[in-house]
């Protein structure tokens, strides 16, 4: 039976465990996760409820207003949008007074899902086994971090 060997380098700040990057990767995979039941219910992929949620905030937004919000490109989003706009979810549209930007706006089944998406903050809660002030402060750490790396 082979064994493993003894790492032949201790250092602390390159230990897996010690990385953050990591703790945030792996956290990350976990969560989504538990998400993927609860999304693939309503028939969602996690970016497309990323979309919806920024829709059902602020309905008739651009689409790179859109991108922005969730730090996504266009050439992520654009394929993205075309599909949900396929399912009906929403509609995309030239805006008015520039032909240059594109406007996404929901449509009625969009706007329907936002009700059965309503149960998916309590499942978190079970599922982290956080309390509402927990979960708040690790999203406000968290965004926190990111405005301080954005590049």
Known sequence: MPTSKPPTHNHPALLLDNQLC???????????????????????TYPQYLVLLVLWETDDISVSALGERLYLDSGTLTPLL???ELAGWLRRARAADDERRVQVTLTGAGQALHEQASKIPQCLMQATQCA???LVALTQQLQSLRQRIKV
């Open 82 to 84: 075309k599909r949900m």
């Open 22 to 44: 990591f703790a945030l990767y792996s956290t990350s995979l976990a969560m989504t996760k538990v998400y993927r039941p609860l999304l693939a219910e309503l028939g969602l």
């Open 132 to 134: 509402v002030p927990e």
